[in-house]
């Protein structure tokens, strides 16, 4: 004997706005633009310029003659490893170091070119270009993300939220290792990981639900 079962199909619309008006069903965007406000160097504000340092033309300028840094205090975390990208785009002489904290160095750069490492930040919170004195040139696009334990950039979420959408200059995002991003769960948070890597013009908005 055949049995014949006829279930009306689930519209997912309907159930989300039932949960809504239940006051079973939150939903938020969070924005993931990085840790480091004004990278692009857009405006003059937001860096703390040491001698020799100025903000113009969209880049920010050594001049040689002492050392000095350009400083930004973030919302880093001591101990905790992220990864720091920046643009040296023009570059005459000296040497230009990157720090995540007061005693978290990176490498010294020497020429022209777009540099990412990950370094964990110790000492302080501030965001620092160290200079030395005889370093003259121009940096742009500074950006810092945290990373993961295989130093892979995430977009963490708060506390209690889990990701539903993923926007990325304004495009819809797909799923899967193989796609644009992977959802991660930590045991404790949910985040998202990129398939590659932002950049400080990247803009990343995802939409949350609570989980």
Known sequence: MTVSVTKNAINLREELASLRNQGGYSEQQFYFDGLVTNGTFDTDTDWTKGTGWTIGSGVATKTAGTQSNLTQTSGLTIGQKYMITFTITAYTAGNF????????AGTARTAVGTYSEVITCAGTTDVLLVANS??????????VFEVDAND???????????????FEDGLLQREGAAHDYEVVYDGFDYFVKPVVAPSATTQTCVIGVKA
């Open 152 to 166: 892979d950039v995430i977009h963490r979420l708060p506390k209690g939220w889990k990701p539903k959408d993923v």
């Open 134 to 143: 005889t370093a003259a040139g121009s940096v742009d696009n500074i950006s």
């Open 97 to 104: 170091i990157p720090y995540l904290g007061s005693t978290g």
